[in-house]
């Protein structure tokens, strides 16, 4: 794994290296990117595939040293309209607004290729650093990134395999935790929804918590326990009613979510059934609204604030030029219990 420092002194990719690629000159590239029509179609597909090889990004980016660099942060999040995102993305612009940097936010809408365009257009436009919720890239992402040479933070998960540095928690280990926690408590038939997995990185991986901590305790998982399902109130209700058919019922249900955990409460009090005498539920975040709520809700609590505020710190010290040694910061999580288990 490279070190951070390495990071900083990383060779932008230049035309020079498409022109060799594509075997023509640094001239006919610069031709092709400002006037296509003046080069053939052949020699265009030739210098495409170039750029694409080797993660050339165009040269508004004239020079790679830091003065050259704007006093911008980009920060991608999978979706805008989640309100989860709110604190770490207000934590992260005010530590940096105190040293006069602003903050850009795009959404990538869970599309890892849509993430790729965002980074390079931000990129093109000279920011000091980059702020990624994602830890699953495409391949063209991490090469832009390496090339850009600009300090990159993920936060929305630990990786395996970091672009540059991490600060974050597990989602394995959160609902590896919630799980146990619920075994202790005494319950045997424990369900899990959480949301589709396929584009959710996080959704996948606190699907395996929740896996790993049923071997660990020896409990035979389930499959009709276990749901994925859309975001909002009405998909919670929806998982809560398929899974109330299961034959016999859960006694306890983890929605790897506050939102969902939320509308099948509300759904609870619709058919009468008693929390947590009849079911028992708990959550993955902690909105305020859980312990305002009757029962209160057992969740598990994330610092998204420190979050924020300690990858702002270190992206910029990293900008500054100084190494903190850290590739990897993991804040942890807490079980708030509460009256739902």
Same mark, same amino acid.
């Given at each position: 794994m490279p070190r951070s420092n390495e990071r900083s002194?990383?060779?932008?990719?230049? @035309? /020079?290296?498409? #022109?060799?690629? #594509?075997? =023509?000159?640094? @001239? /006919?590239?610069?031709? #092709?990117?400002r006037e296509p029509d003046k080069v053939s179609a052949e020699t265009r597909r030739k210098i495409l595939e170039a750029i694409e090889a080797v993660g050339y990004v165009p040269n508004r980016l004239a020079g790679s040293l830091a003065s050259n660099r704007s006093n911008v942060v980009g920060l991608i999040v999978p979706s805008? +309209?989640?309100?989860?995102?709110?604190?770490t993305i207000q934590a992260t612009a005010g530590a940096l607004a105190e040293a006069s940097f602003h903050l850009l936010i795009a959404e990538s809408g869970h599309d890892i290729v849509a993430e790729e365009k965002l980074i390079a257009a931000f990129v093109e436009q000279r920011v000091s650093g980059i702020v990624l919720h994602n830890t699953t890239h495409t391949e063209r992402a991490r090469a832009l990134v390496r090339n850009a040479g600009v300090p990159v933070i993920e936060t929305g998960d630990l990786s395996r395999d970091p672009l540059d540095i991490v600060v974050s928690y597990s989602n394995?280990? #959160? !609902? +590896?935790? @919630?799980?146990?926690?619920l075994f202790r408590r005494g319950y045997r038939r424990i369900g899990f929804v959480s949301l589709e997995t396929g584009s959710n990185d996080r959704a996948s991986e606190r699907r395996r918590g929740y896996l790993s901590a049923l071997e660990s305790l020896e =409990?035979? !998982?389930e499959p009709l326990l276990i749901r994925t399902t859309p975001p909002g109130l009405a998909a919670g209700r929806g998982a809560l009613l398929e899974l109330m058919k299961v034959s016999p019922r859960p006694d306890a249900i983890f929605f790897a979510g506050d939102v969902l955990a939320i509308g099948a409460a509300f759904e609870c009090q619709r058919q009468g059934w008693r929390v947590p005498q009849d079911l028992a539920i708990a959550s993955f975040d902690d909105l305020d609204i859980l312990q305002h709520m009757v029962p209160t809700v057992t969740s598990l609590r994330l610092p998204r604030r420190e979050i924020g505020e300690f990858a702002a710190t270190i992206l910029l010290q990293r900008i500054q030029g100084l190494d903190s040694g850290i590739v990897e910061k993991d804040l942890g999580f807490d079980i708030v219990q509460r009256e739902s288990t």
């Open positions: 002194g990383a060779q932008r990719v230049r @035309m /020079t290296d498409v #022109a060799r690629r #594509a075997e =023509v000159s640094p @001239m /006919t590239v610069s031709r #092709a990117l805008i +309209k989640n309100s989860l995102f709110a604190e394995f280990e #959160a !609902a +590896k935790a @919630m799980t146990r926690y =409990v035979e !998982a």
